[in-house]
């Protein structure tokens, strides 16, 4: 596979907008940070949209003749699409009419479903139109799906993200209004643990930082970012510096 | 490894299998009392690329520590030691700010050796001479002064250290916090 670049997203976004797909497809995941950014790095090796799992399944036939119209070829049993040029597109599931973690979608394209984008996704402001054409999650979501993500493998990645994306959008005060709200949605618990996670993400790119040495700087910026996204999340969670 | 992308059922089982391991997590971290408080920590970054210096002690530690008296703001072991008494890192170095300036000084001076260019860690899993680990501070940061002359960070910024050079460690704190002395007016009172 290779690893798509912020122009080659957008240019795949307007044309899948530009498709009887429309705006149904919505740029999200690692590569969702193209959506909203063009500093902080997606790292990341496919495009991942989200899709209503629903819809998926009542119109599975037209999704497939028009991803195949797009030149991405189906891999059968799996939500994941595949270019000649190497690009890979993975379709990620949320529901409006229910938010539980299952397998959805039709029987030749099964999609996951996760509970927490479908409760996301069924809040106000949840999506924007990019300038040039297609759909992305908003900045505010974005920060919110990447911190809830619960994955083993990749998981510093994203809180690391979500750091970055609210460190960059803290002069805005709709989007700390809006993060404020989404967090809102979750159990307490689930924020406890996301900031705990936060916190080890940000441990590890100190240690990242300390093997690869003072050549390294980029670090250093990136470094102070993370840590004003933590300060932010932090105060947007309630929780403020209680060491006397 | 296949390139083959993982079937839908695939993902399903591996995302249970992750849930399932971060419930314990989460579980592990509820198991210490200090869990909620510690979540307001900002942890700050002792070892930072381009700010840490190390070298080697060329005096016993003593002697460079009482040299640096009044310049150095000590921090982690050091001012574990310094404010309890007791430290928590097997190598006898010392850790601590200093000013470019200051830090040029020890050299000159003959109190450390010529500064190394790696092998930055303060918990090293080898035997090594005892070093001066150093983090040179335009903006040094906040600091108590005790009776002996010595600064330390204060209690606040140590845990901020601790928690960004070695990781959150509930014990270690939980520990530390319990021998915190209470003539210096931060402590907190035993329970009754």
């Known amino acids: 596979m290779s690893q798509p670049n912020r122009p080659e997203v957008l240019e795949l976004l307007q044309r899948i907008e530009a498709s009887p797909l429309g705006d149904r497809l919505i740029l999200a995941g690692s590569s969702g940070v193209y959506g909203v950014s063009e500093t902080i790095p997606a790292l990341t090796e496919d495009v991942d949209v989200l899709v209503d799992a629903d819809w998926i399944a009542a119109e599975e036939d037209m999704v497939l003749e028009q991803m195949r119209r797009l030149g991405f070829q189906h891999q059968p049993g799996t939500p994941t699409f595949t270019s000649a040029a190497g690009l890979s597109l993975d379709l990620v599931g949320y529901s409006r009419r229910d938010a539980a973690d299952r397998i959805g979608g039709g029987k030749t394209l099964p999609v996951m479903v996760f509970a927490d984008l479908s409760r996301l996704l069924s809040l106000p402001h949840a999506t924007r139109k990019l300038p040039g054409g297609g759909t992305t999650l908003s900045p505010a979501t974005l920060a919110a799906a990447k911190l809830l993500t619960i994955r083993l493998e990749k998981g510093s990645k994203d809180k690391l993200q979500t750091l970055l994306v609210i460190a960059e959008n803290a002069g805005e005060e709709a989007f700390l ?65 209680e060491h006397p | 490894m296949s390139d083959r992308p993982r079937t839908t059922a695939e993902r399903m089982a591996r995302f249970q299998r992750d849930q399932e391991t971060y419930r314990r997590i989460s579980l592990a971290r509820r198991s210490h009392a200090r869990f909620h408080r510690d979540l307001a920590v900002v942890p700050h970054v002792f070892l930072l690329p381009g700010r840490a210096r190390m070298a080697a002690l060329m005096q016993p530690p003593e002697a460079v520590r009482t040299a640096l008296r009044g310049e150095a703001i000590w921090t982690l072991d050091t001012a574990a030691r310094l404010l309890t008494g007791e430290g928590f890192i097997a190598s006898p170095d010392l850790t601590g700010y200093l000013n470019e300036r200051s830090f040029e000084r020890a050299v000159e001076q003959g109190l450390i050796g010529t500064p190394m260019t790696g092998g930055l860690t303060i918990d090293p899993l080898y035997h090594r001479p005892p070093m001066l680990l150093a983090h040179l501070a335009d903006d040094p940061p906040p600091s108590t002064t005790l009776p002996s002359g010595d600064r330390v960070v204060t209690w606040q910024f140590l845990i901020r250290d601790i928690f960004g050079t070695l990781g959150w460690r509930p014990d270690l704190l939980t520990r530390l916090e319990a021998s915190r002395p209470i003539e210096l007016g931060v402590a907190q009172q035993p329970p009754s």
Request: proline content about 5%; overall charge negative.
């Open chain 1, 177 to 241: 209004e809006h993060l404020r709200d989404l967090l809102r949605a979750f159990p307490p618990d689930r924020l406890e643990d996301a900031i705990a996670d936060a916190h080890a993400s940000l441990l590890a790119v100190s240690a990242d930082v300390i093997v690869a040495g003072p050549q390294a700087a980029g670090y250093a910026g990136m470094q102070q970012s993370l840590e004003r996204g933590l300060t932010v999340l932090q105060a947007l969670a309630g929780r403020t510096e």
